[in-house]
């Protein structure tokens, strides 16, 4: 899903803008292939951090509610990573929380569980893993001008902190 939401949607709009720019609709040129990694692994690590500060970040610089992706019940990396390594009773609570509403309560309570069983960690550990990946295919480009603001999209979608 992740993948699906934002990389493979990031990787089209790299692949698109390269071909054109390139005028080469073979798609044998090796920087298309570094480019769209870069896109896919910029477009994932950012979901991991929208993911994360759906439930960790500042309701008012959202724009929306803290907790929202638990009171929908959204099966994210995190939640999901949760229930896989929390202890039965801590899964059950993570579990029951699930589709409550977002009151501060639920909310404090759903972070206690995802920072205690890893899941947060983990989220944070592969979003950065990404994040590398994708500066590394970026950094195979000469460094001129369009490296430079590939790099501050890169920055901006992945180092947001709301």
């Known amino acids: 899903m992740l993948y699906l939401k934002t990389g493979a949607l990031l990787r089209f709009c790299a692949e698109a803008g390269a071909t054109i720019a390139l005028d080469d609709p073979s798609y044998s040129d090796p920087r298309l292939t570094k480019l769209a990694q870069f896109a896919a692994n910029a477009g994932v690590a950012f979901q991991l951090r929208d993911d994360w500060l759906g439930i960790f970040g500042d309701a008012k610089k959202l724009g929306k509610p803290v907790g929202a992706d638990l009171a929908e019940k959204k099966p994210t990396i995190m939640i999901l990573k949760a229930i896989e390594l929390l202890p039965p009773n801590g899964n059950a609570e993570l579990r029951a929380l699930l589709g409550k509403p977002e ?44 490296r430079k603001l590939l790099n501050e999209l890169l920055e901006y979608l992945t180092e947001r902190n709301l």
């Open 103 to 146: 009151t501060p309560a639920n909310v404090a309570r759903a972070r206690e569980l995802l920072r205690n069983s890893g899941a947060e960690d983990f989220v944070i550990r592969r979003a950065t893993e990404l994040t590398a990946q994708a500066r590394q295919h970026l950094n195979s480009f000469p460094d001129n001008h369009y």
